[in-house]
Each structure stands twice: as structure tokens, then as C-alpha cells.
């Protein structure tokens, strides 16, 4: 399959990892929208939050669990944001699941 995403798992495209365990890859952006901006992936490729069903939230969850500490590695102290764009209307560029986790400044109120 050819899935960016998926070749940064593998290690055949590079990135700057910041956490890893057996379900969850995390890795900056390379194209930071903010002072901080990670990237957290689940292992397994779905595509997007519209896939996510009984046999693969575990995954999400895993997700959920490691962003805390993603974001205190990442000194986030103050709060930050987290966003899952889904399909054209959210501008998704990659169709591999994944969450930007956003912070190192106040963020705007307004989302959309
Ligand atoms: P989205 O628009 O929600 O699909 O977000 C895709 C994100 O992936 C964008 O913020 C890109 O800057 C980021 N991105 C694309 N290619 C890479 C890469 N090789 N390494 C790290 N981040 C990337
Ligand atoms: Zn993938």
C-alpha cells in the first residue's frame, strides 16, 4: 500500500519520532503550524475516523493514553489542542489516521 504513513512506521521515509510503543507512532510535523506540532499515528493504517470500528479503536485508545505524555515530554504544561481532520471538507491530506497535537502558544478560539 502506498501510504506515507505507513513508510514512516517502516522506517523507508524519515522522520523525528518523538514517542513509540507497540501501537502508537509519534513524530513532528514538518510543516509546524504551531511552536509544538505532533503527529501521533496508530500502527495499523485506517484510513480516517470514519474507519475506526469495535476491532480497531484499541488503537485510538492507545493513542488517547500516550498523548499525555507526549505532550508533557513536549513540555506542553500550559494546555494544548488535539485534531483529526476526516475526509476533503476537513482538508485531510494523508489517508492514514492520525492526530496533530498543537501547542507552545494560545491557540485561536475559533476552529473552523
Ligand atoms: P492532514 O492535513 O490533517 O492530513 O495532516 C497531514 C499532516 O502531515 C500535515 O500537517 C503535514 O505537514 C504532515 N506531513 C506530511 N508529510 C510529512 C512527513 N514526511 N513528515 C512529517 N509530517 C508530514
Ligand atoms: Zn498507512
Not at 509544538?36 to 496508530?42: E, R
Not at 495499523?44 to 479503536?57: A, F, L, P, Q, T
Not at 481532520?85 to 489516521?97: E, I, M, R
Request: net charge negative; hydrophobic share 35%.
Amino acid at each position: 500500500m502506498d501510504c506515507l504513513f505507513c513508510k514512516i512506521i517502516s522506517g523507508e521515509i524519515p522522520s523525528s519520532k518523538v514517542y513509540e510503543d507497540e501501537w502508537v507512532y509519534s513524530f513532528k510535523d514538518i510543516n509546524p503550524q504551531t511552536p509544538v506540532h505532533i503527529l501521533a499515528i496508530p500502527k495499523e493504517h485506517i484510513c480516517c475516523i470514519d474507519e475506526v470500528n469495535s476491532s480497531n479503536s484499541s488503537y485510538v485508545a492507545r493513542i488517547f493514553e500516550a498523548i499525555p505524555k507526549i505532550a508533557a515530554e513536549a513540555g506542553l504544561t500550559n494546555g494544548y489542542r488535539v485534531i483529526s481532520n476526516c475526509g476533503d471538507d476537513a482538508c485531510q491530506t494523508v489517508k492514514h489516521l492520525h492526530f496533530h497535537i498543537m501547542g507552545g502558544r494560545k491557540l485561536p478560539e475559533n476552529m473552523g
